[in-house]
């Protein structure tokens, strides 16, 4: 089945615990995203992907560190987590590069720190 | 930067009512997508709209993209329990998916 796979789907940590969630696309899928969503904020977009090797920053990025060694992962690393963090993250993955192209989205990541 | 703003936040309507939700952008967009987020969900894509002027429907939904590129329209006759969720637009402002911003979102809930 086609999908994006983001795990865990729920964590709870504590202020400065360094965490990764993962983000995997079965779908050959050459651009990657993950995005924050906040009540009353909508989905804000933290870093993107391109293609393997290629990131940038997105709107919300401080904090927040991503790597895309491969074409099917797109890890988001948190190195050292604050409250102000504690969020639902999600990550999205198109076709390409290009404007066309419909985000597939993952189940989301609900992210608390204390 | 680019924005995307999106109203109404909220929409409580009765069963049967008709939903409007409407975005707009104060810049020219290449092209405008729709996502539904259903209550613990993820969004997931309803539709694109690239021409100026363009109408797209699904069933009861009626997708409008304004003669300017810059506005667009989601509208829901007869809404049914099943609407319930929060509904997304996001303008794309040319090159890559990079430049694709989201709306905050209309949150439905629908008394049945």
């Known amino acids: 089945e086609a999908q994006v796979t983001q795990n865990p789907r729920y964590l709870i940590t504590v202020t400065g615990k360094k965490l990764t969630v993962t983000c995997s696309q079965n779908m050959n899928h050459e651009y990657m995203s993950w995005y924050r969503q906040d009540p009353g904020l909508g989905l804000r977009q933290i870093y993107y992907?391109?293609?393997?090797?290629?990131?940038d920053k997105g709107d919300v990025p401080e904090g927040y560190k991503v790597s895309r060694k491969e074409k099917r992962n797109f890890p988001l690393i948190l190195e050292s987590p604050s409250p102000n963090q504690t969020s639902l993250y999600f990550c999205?993955?198109?076709?390409?590069?290009?404007?066309?192209?419909?985000?597939?989205f993952g189940n989301g990541t609900r992210l608390t720190v204390t | 930067g680019q924005q995307v703003m999106q109203i109404p936040q909220y929409q409580h309507v009765q069963e049967g009512e008709d939903f409007t939700t409407y975005c707009n952008s104060s810049?020219?967009?290449?092209?405008i997508q729709w996502y539904k987020q259903r209550p613990g969900g993820h969004p997931v894509f309803l539709i694109q709209?690239?021409?100026?002027?363009e109408v797209k429907k699904q069933k009861r939904l009626t997708f409008q993209f304004g003669e300017a590129k810059k506005n667009s329209s989601l509208h829901i006759t007869a809404t049914q329990t099943t609407d319930v969720g929060t509904y997304f637009c996001a303008g794309h402002y040319g090159g890559s998916q990079g430049n694709l911003i989201f709306g905050k979102g209309t949150k439905l809930s629908v008394k049945p």
């Open positions: 999205a993955s198109s076709l390409d590069r290009y404007y066309n192209s419909p985000l597939h």
């Open positions: 709209l690239v021409k100026s002027g």
């Open positions: 992907s391109m293609n393997v090797e290629v990131t």
């Open positions: 810049t020219t967009l290449s092209n």
